[in-house]
């Protein structure tokens, strides 16, 4: 990942999103996930944007469509595709 080195204003505004990826078969465990990541990101004033996948082949799709993430958050065992088959 390339650090972002915002241009102008627009840019510089566009600096504080901050995308991320929950992966983890477990509902329950995905939004306490969340919440605990949006905690984090108002301490240091981020805009916060979130997507979910329940397993590492849904991770691995949304890779493959073009989708990048600055931070993911991975259960290690997972049904279908886990962790270490992902990376």
Not at 9 to 15: I, V
Not at 49 to 58: D, H, I, L, M, P
Not at 68 to 76: A, E, G, K, P, T
């Amino acid at each position: 990942m390339k650090p972002f080195i915002p241009t102008s204003m627009a840019d510089q505004d566009q600096s504080n999103n901050f995308s991320v990826l929950i992966v983890d078969d477990d509902r329950i465990v995905r939004e306490t996930n969340r919440r605990f990541t949006v905690l984090a990101g108002t301490q240091k004033q981020l805009r916060m944007e979130f997507q979910e996948a329940k397993n590492g082949k849904e991770a691995v799709y949304l890779h493959l469509v073009g989708a990048s993430f600055d931070l993911i958050l991975m259960d290690f065992q997972m049904p279908i595709m886990n962790q270490i088959v992902v990376f």
